[in-house]
């Protein structure tokens, strides 16, 4: 037992054992994570115990509707309770023979031996990912990485075999690997405990089989939620390119193409130069933001414009891809026009053991049906409970990264060895966390090292002294992971020249709205704006203390937001899909950049078609749309936002409001908005003349946003008699009521559906789809 002596002492000695002392390094995992692993990791090497269910693997309990409880137990007593649990299924499909994977199970199985089932299957042990490489490796010899698995969809799977001994409530993650050509079956390494044949069968084949019920087969109801598998296939592969490419097409038609730029006679020669490094980092910024997106993104987008000039399908992939930056349109709900059929091809020589004469695996780098809602700022089969668990065994200092902007959840799970065993003794043990917080500045270390040099040697050439401090500070923050100086140089900056540049904006989380992602906007400050700005900043206190909600609910204090007005010149990053005419930053509601020249591109291209009277055309001006702009992004920073809750506990909006912040903040400005130019108007500090006008834009202005869905935030808008029912939910954090209320109002009534499918109809444009003219100029 000498070796599990020296395992005992290196867990109370040293927390970190070689094995994973640089991950602790780089990445920063918790101690109490890192020291459980590294035990097990050493205590089942030199013991050799292995993972064939001698030793009691943990699995986490779920509640009845798939959320984790909690608490693990050994596998065995998972079945024999029929307590709820979740399994991972993976099915590997030959694209070019259309054919599936199938393993025969061995006769020594405590469910289903013998029969014929996918390609493999597994449990998920305690507190780790979805064990999909794992059981791949273990069962057939097959080692792919992340990108291979397509995550598919999940079911529940309950059954009682062997006379009511094995009990199974199991909801399933189902995966699946997309292969050009099947695998040479000498290629599989079988292990002889669970797998005793493997053969591949047509997918429509091994589908009527499954509907008849063959006895020989596992069965699945196909008619149920497993039968979405076979019709996701059939769907992706009878499309003819002709049919697909009038669709791209009508997507296409949509938007509005249109060119933007903005006087440069304000710079000098040096910041002109400047400006050049800056595009080379916003360039940066585009290529984290494709990361951030989903692992295969990347490679996804490089593919489609290595290819885009073979067919006319293949340019009108690129050209909706280019406007997207992923393979969901966001004027569709985040639907996808693409599938993991249209991704790259990869070569793995060494996923198996060799087979004379065979190259390797080629497989299509994956991305899932829908856009997950973490992105690929947590992993991918994280889902809400688990990460409050987890958070709620933090110290505070370590939760304060957890839900911060600036990093990453990632699991320790997914950096060990394959042969990693959980091991106890207990029938039921405490709750393994496996997750950790990983800061941007190590996450995109590379990316983010070349941009932060490119923003000092922009800084060294700029005039402004301002300017300069601003991009060294953010040059900084890139290397540090701290941008609390740089957010104070931004708003002392007064150089013509605009930079934001960063982590910012964190809507694509739409699981927790904590992570930011980084974009770009460079743009020239517009000057003849500063007097309409200062208007709304020099009465913000009073529109604060006359706010239409009880007093108890109104901040202490309140500080204006900064608002600068710019001409955009250039954008990057997080800023594809849609065109906003605002940006804050960093979503907080105090720092807000506004985009004229998009405002007046939207105003001609997208408002003025919409009117559908003469009268509302003769009201509808660009005053009076952008007056309401800036009035709605002051607005924004009133009403509540730290708060105290029922129970005297001090918090904020952002974080009692969560997933459903963003809606409602939008929904209180766009209405606040409107309050508060009727108030300006009435102590004559505004022209009447703007009222009229002013609805008038905003009615337009509504009916452009529905048309992103009402799952867009700004689409979430009542009217003005909503303003106290809006600022008493978020002054109180209540988040059941915030979604009561916007479940009533976020429907849309069928004589406005009927309207939106007129504009569609007559082609109105639905967005605009800007290029920048100015950097092919420079270079």
């Not at 300069?468 to 900084?476: D, G, N, P």
């Not at 974080?655 to 508060?676: F, R, T, Y």
């Not at 003005?720 to 009534?749: F, H, M, N």
Request: aromatic share 10%; glycine share 4%; proline share 4%.
């Amino acid at each position: 037992m000498m070796e599990l002596e020296i395992a005992v002492d290196v867990l109370i000695r040293f927390p970190i054992v070689t094995k994973t002392k640089e991950k602790l390094t780089m990445q920063q995992p918790t101690l109490a994570a890192v020291s459980f692993y590294s035990f097990t990791a050493l205590y089942s090497s030199s013991t050799k115990i292995p993972g064939d269910g001698c030793s009691p693997e943990l699995i986490d309990v779920l509640s009845k509707d798939g959320q984790k409880t909690g608490i693990s137990k050994p596998r065995g007593d998972v079945h024999r309770n029929g307590d709820y649990h979740r399994a991972v299924r993976v099915l590997i499909f030959a694209e070019n023979t259309q054919q599936m994977l199938l393993q025969k199970r061995t006769d020594c199985k405590e469910a289903w031996a013998g029969l014929w089932d996918i390609s493999t299957s597994g449990h998920i042990s305690a507190g780790s990912s979805s064990l999909t490489r794992r059981e791949l490796h273990e069962e057939i010899g097959i080692k792919l990485p992340n990108d291979a698995f397509e995550f598919m969809f999940s079911y529940l799977e309950q059954s009682v075999t062997n006379d009511g001994k094995y009990v199974n409530n199991e909801y399933n993650d189902v995966y699946l690997i997309t292969t050009l050509d099947p695998i040479p079956l000498d290629a599989f390494t079988l292990q002889e405990s669970e797998v005793s044949e493997v053969k591949y069968l047509s997918w429509e084949k091994y589908r009527s089989l499954l509907a008849e019920e063959d006895p020989r087969f596992v069965p699945y109801d196909v008619n149920g939620r497993y039968g979405r598998l076979f019709e996701i296939i059939s769907d992706r592969y009878k499309g003819n390119m002709e049919e697909r490419s009038m669709a791209l097409e009508k997507q296409l038609s949509r938007y509005r193409h249109v060119s933007l730029s903005a006087e440069l006679t304000g710079l000098t020669d040096a910041d002109k130069e400047a400006l050049g490094f800056l595009i080379k980092t916003a360039e940066i910024m585009d290529e984290i933001f494709s990361q951030q997106v989903w692992c295969s993104n990347p490679s996804l987008r490089d593919w489609l414009k290595e290819h885009a000039d073979e067919s006319r399908l293949d340019k009108l992939k690129w050209m909706f891809y280019e406007i997207n930056g992923t393979p969901w349109s966001a004027l569709d709900e985040k639907e996808p026009f693409l599938s993991t059929a249209d991704s790259a091809i990869k070569l793995l020589p060494d996923a198996t053991k060799p087979v004379t004469g065979w190259k390797g695996v080629e497989y299509r780098a994956a991305f899932p049906l829908s856009r997950p809602h973490g992105a690929n700022l947590y992993p991918r089969d994280m889902e809400k409970r688990e990460f409050e668990l987890w958070n709620d065994s933090l110290p505070d200092d370590q939760k304060k990264e957890a839900t911060g902007p600036f990093h990453t959840v990632r699991r320790q799970s997914e950096g060990m060895s394959d042969d990693t065993v959980f091991l106890s003794n207990d029938v039921t043990a405490s709750y393994v966390h496996d997750l950790y917080s990983n800061p941007y500045a190590q996450e995109y270390q590379s990316l983010l090292a070349e941009a932060a040099d490119l923003l000092y040697k922009a800084g060294n050439l700029s005039s402004s002294p301002s300017l300069k401090r601003f991009l060294h500070s953010k040059a900084y923050g890139f290397l540090t992971n701290d941008y609390h100086e740089s957010h104070i140089a931004w708003m002392e900056s007064d150089s013509k020249l605009d930079i934001t540049i960063g982590p910012y904006g964190t809507h694509i989380d739409t699981l927790l709205r904590y992570k930011a992602t980084f974009e770009a906007i460079i743009g020239i400050r517009d000057d003849e704006a500063a007097s309409q700005v200062k208007l709304f900043a020099d009465n913000f206190q009073v529109l604060d203390k006359n706010l239409p909600i009880d007093e108890a609910y109104k901040s202490d204090v309140v500080d204006a937001a900064t608002i600068r007005v710019v001409n955009l010149v250039y954008r990057a990053g997080d800023l594809k899909g849609t065109t906003s005419v605002s940006f804050d930053l960093p979503n907080d509601q105090r720092l807000t950049l506004l985009l004229k020249n998009v405002a007046e591109a939207k105003f001609k291209l997208l408002f003025q078609p919409i009117c559908v009277s003469e009268e509302q055309r003769g009201l509808l001006d660009f005053e009076s749309l952008y007056t309401h702009v800036i009035c709605r992004e002051y607005c924004r920073a009133l009403g509540p936002h730290a708060i105290t809750l029922a129970n005297g506990q001090q918090s904020s909006v952002r974080l009692e409001m969560q997933e459903l912040h963003l809606a409602l903040e939008e929904a209180k400005a766009s209405i606040l908005g409107l309050w508060a130019i009727r108030f300006l108007t009435d102590k004559d500090l505004l022209p009447k003349r703007l009222i009229k006008p002013m609805y008038v834009s905003f009615l337009m202005g509504c009916f452009h946003s529905l048309r992103f869905g009402l799952k867009k935030a700004h689409a979430s808008n009542g009217v003005e008699s909503l303003s106290r029912e809006i600022l008493t939910v978020l002054g109180r954090g209540d988040k059941a009521a915030a979604k009561s209320l916007l479940d009533k109002y976020s429907v849309i009534p069928q004589p406005l559906e009927d309207a939106l499918k007129k504009l569609e109809m007559l082609q109105v444009p639905a967005d605009i789809a800007p290029a920048f003219p100015i950097w092919p100029e420079m270079n």
